[in-house]
């Protein structure tokens, strides 16, 4: 969802500013002698996007701060997890305490590094990325996800770590919460 | 207010050292594209050269362009610089000398020695290969690394030297007893506030580089010395975003410089611009963070820290230097060329590229972006459509036989294909992003593959597009040295 929403966004941000570029770059070709009036009323209309671009920002900058991902007992799943995953990242492979998991509930995973920096990102059934935290030795980072339907995720390494990174990849099923076990 | 000279008047043409910084650039720019290409054209599973030599062409692109826009960039800051202060010459050619040696040092490291942690050299990758490379190819990165870092220092405390005997000191240069007093009109001009800006942060950037290479040197041969990875992290994301951001920060002075000259308006270094230019001093040191929004053992103010700087980092880019341009250019009867074409194009890049960083910076957005392809989708759009056009704005400004030469078709024809195809290409990355698809990964998934290619396709695009612009330069560098005017003259202006 957020990657819709940022693409798009993107595109139109971008849209905008290429039509601006192309109309100032196509009224170039007439001279206006004068510049002084000009560059007056060019001040007054920044004034305008300086203030437009913080209340547009402004908001959304604070919005998005209110769901953070970093503290999992206050994150939006909520509640003490049933379902901990512990994760360790080796050159080039993950070894995880368990590979089941319900969905509806949420997960926490607890990932550590036995040797270099990894990158734990875990893929949806349709290969999308829906969470994902940074793995470094020395450090366990938890990062808490309720799976909202059942399938094969994919744990793929989000940090280069040598000659066969892309290869390093695990499987969690994640079944119906009368499946567990 | 001061400002940049609006007038027609003859440009010192290029010391023989810029001609040589800017002909290194046509090198080592032409030679990482084709590395880009060559690694995309394995993801789309065209050629099928192996992870090992796809990870030591990601180590050498990335490395390679960092470097070179480091370079370059100093070129066109050395450039215009020297107008204003007293640099010196020899230490301009020593960061050459000490970069070359460095690329040396690296290439042997990389294609004798197969080292490939990439360019960010997390601690303690290069130490832990698992046999692919051995420490002395690690070392060899790292000390050449380190001897290009020690050259750009050298060249710096010369900038700072030449600064502070023209100015007095670094807050006269830029600008602040008129931003914070009463305008007087005598502030310095926008390339000698830009150029004390980047002097700052990287003189800071470099030393810390420095500091973080020198450690993991030490550890490479003594393993006891530990150092912690967080540290480490935090040290190579510092001077590595410092670094990057200077060479834009460096660039646009060609904007500032060429454009008045061009459209005869003045580019005044007035309260609003020395205002941001302060601001982005601060703000490009203390924005890091947002490469770290996923390490979850940060500090938290840390990392919201980097999240609110990364939406104020964009108001001093948007406000100011892309509306600048827009205000000089808009009914100027500028009469377009390559080199003015270039730079206004370039700013739409930094402008345009600077809207999905902005939003990678979100950290919810982060939790689902970070290190999948929309990463170098951003930042390909403002450092090649943005600070690389610049400096292909300035090749083709230095390269210009007479005042009023115009540009052939072949050069317009790669003017627009560079516009489209970089667009195209930049965009194919930020599509792959949104799709999910890993950054750094030798082998794609098959569902990635089409993205892959279609970014193949743009990337040769863009190369074919660069080769023009490069030979034009090389074509014309003996008209790069000229004391002569270059910016053509607007429409209806008196002669």
Redesign the interface.
Known sequence: MSQQVAWQLSLVLMTLLACVFAYVGGTAGTREEDYTPLQKRAYRVRAWLFWILVLLFGPVMVYTLLDLPYDAATSRSGGAPAQIIEAVGYQWRWELSRDHVVAGEPVEFRVSSADVNHGFGIYDPDMRLVAQTQVMPGYTNKVRHTFDREGTYKVLCMEYCGIAHHNMMAEIKVGRPEERR | MASSIPTPTPDRGAQAGVVAYLVTTAAVLLLMMVFGLLMRLEQAEVTAMG??WF?ELMTLHGAGMVGIAGLAGAAIMWHFLRQYVDLSEKIFLANLAFFLVGVVMILGSVLLGHF???W?F?Y??PA???G?WSQEAAAAFMGGLLVIGVGFLLLYLDIARAVIARYGNFARALGWPQLFGRDDGNAPPPAVVASAMVTTVNIIGLVVGASILTMMLVNLYVPGFDI???LA?NLIYFFGHVFINASIYMAVIAVYEILPRYTQ?PWKSNK?FLASWTASTLMVMFIYPHH?L????MP?WM??MG??IG?LN??PI??VT??GT??I??????R?DMASGLL??S??GW??GA??A???G????N??????L?VPGHFHTYLLLGMVTMVFGFMYYLGKQSLEAGDGMLDRAAFWLFAVATLGFTLSF??S????V?R????H?P?WVPYARLGSVFAALVIVAVLVFLLRFLGRLRFAMRRAPRATS????AA
């Open positions: 992870p090992g990870y490939h942690a990439a960010t997390l303690p990758l832990k290969s698992m692919a912690d990875p967080l992290k308006r609003v770290l996923m390490d979850f053992a938290k990392l919201i999240h609110i939406y964009g108001i948007l406000v892309a509306y827009l205000m250019v808009f009914r100027s009867g500028i377009w206004f194009l700013l739409f402008a345009a809207m999905p902005i939003i990678d979100t950290i919810t957005v939790y689902v972006m970070h290190n999948t929309w930020l599509y992003g949104q799709a999910s890993a750094r990964y030798a082998a998934l569902e607007v429409r209806g202006a």
